[in-house]
């Protein structure tokens, strides 16, 4: 038993650290209004928020970056953000954590994808999206292209994250990345909101939580056979190697080639917030494949990860040693 916990250690403290990732797809903005609610107001049966504090996190592919970040691994990212505040900050808030911002392109004409929700500390009242989800240009495309032909011979892998906001909406420029990671021999990981699988033939993994399997297989799962069906057709329509679907408090279940599914447990804790747990365990499966640990072991990794972020507020990251003491308490 301990075996195992101190290869898992090892991964995280000395692995993850010598690692380089570049995350590509929509950055967003997650923007929290926070405060308590004393009344209803006398306007309409709504209740009233007392804004007590205001604060800005990386949200969607950018969270993502800083979940891998937090991790302790070296960050790239590439995408598109607008000419504007939001854009500003985004930028201004990598640079602050060391993420690299290079591959960022300032779209002309566009906005960046910023959701506020306001809240009280028990729950969410109110969220208010802000975006344009038009495809990105064909000149922004080949800039992120660009940047990625730039940075492949130093990267590890390379993690899209699809939340259909314009930047990975086009089929042909997912696989001409993912062609070219296959031929350096890079890691390519793929979180998509997208119906168009397809596009994922010969990533290493696909991550879609248990409503975007439902979506993109087109069956509804309401139990174990329907969700082997949907698993098996996603995997064979996508052409990926493996298929990984998180399914919140039942856990997570993987399928590759033609073995069976493979369940793993989520780990029974007080949940808190689920928002951005997916990213989470996106962001920690692809470094510890990296780092030498099959798909299982990652994906027991991430399971752990997510247990700990569930129990924060907000869009939530984790640090290493909030893992390893998480792997202490197995």
Not at 169 to 193: E, M
Not at 287 to 300: C, E, F, R, T
Request: aromatic content about 6%; overall charge neutral.
């Amino acid at each position: 038993m301990n075996e195992w916990r101190a290869l898992y250690k090892d991964k995280v403290r000395n692995a993850f650290p010598r690692k380089r990732i570049l995350v590509t797809g929509d950055l967003m903005v997650d923007e929290y209004v926070t405060g308590k609610v004393l009344r209803i107001s006398p306007e309409a049966p709504v209740p009233v928020l007392d804004c007590k504090e205001k604060s800005m996190e990386a949200g969607g592919a950018s969270n993502v970056a800083h979940n891998i970040k937090s991790l302790g691994a070296e960050v790239a990212v590439a995408g598109c953000v607008g000419e504007d505040r939001a854009g500003e900050w985004l930028r201004a808030h990598f640079e602050n954590l060391g993420i690299l911002t290079t591959g960022i392109v300032a779209e002309a004409g566009r906005m960046t994808t910023v959701k506020t929700r306001y809240a009280t500390k028990e729950q969410q009242l109110l969220r208010i999206d802000q975006e344009d989800i038009r495809d990105i240009t064909d000149a922004s495309r080949q800039k992120i292209y660009d940047y990625l032909l730039k940075q492949i011979e130093k990267l590890d892998a390379v993690v899209l994250s699809d939340y259909k906001k314009g930047v990975l909406n086009d089929a042909a420029f997912v696989q001409r990345i993912i062609r070219l990671c296959k031929k350096y021999d890079v890691l390519v990981a793929v979180d998509s909101k997208s119906r168009n699988i397809a596009a994922f033939e010969n990533a290493d993994f696909v991550k879609p939580n248990n409503l975007e399997l439902e979506e993109a297989a087109g069956i509804r799962i309401a139990n174990d056979a329907a969700l082997d069906i949907a698993g098996r057709k996603y995997l064979e329509k996508s052409g990926a190697k493996a298929l990984i679907v998180t399914r919140g408090k039942r856990g997570i279940s993987v399928f590759r080639g033609q073995n069976f599914r493979e369940d793993y447990a989520a780990k029974d804790v007080a949940v808190y917030d689920v928002c951005g747990a997916g990213d989470t365990v996106l962001s920690t499966v692809s470094l510890a494949m990296v780092s030498g640990l099959p798909i299982s072991d990652a994906v027991k990794l991430a399971n752990l990860a997510a247990g700990i972020v569930i129990t924060k507020w907000g869009t939530a990251v984790i640090t290493p040693e909030e893992l390893i003491r998480s792997i202490d308490e197995e």
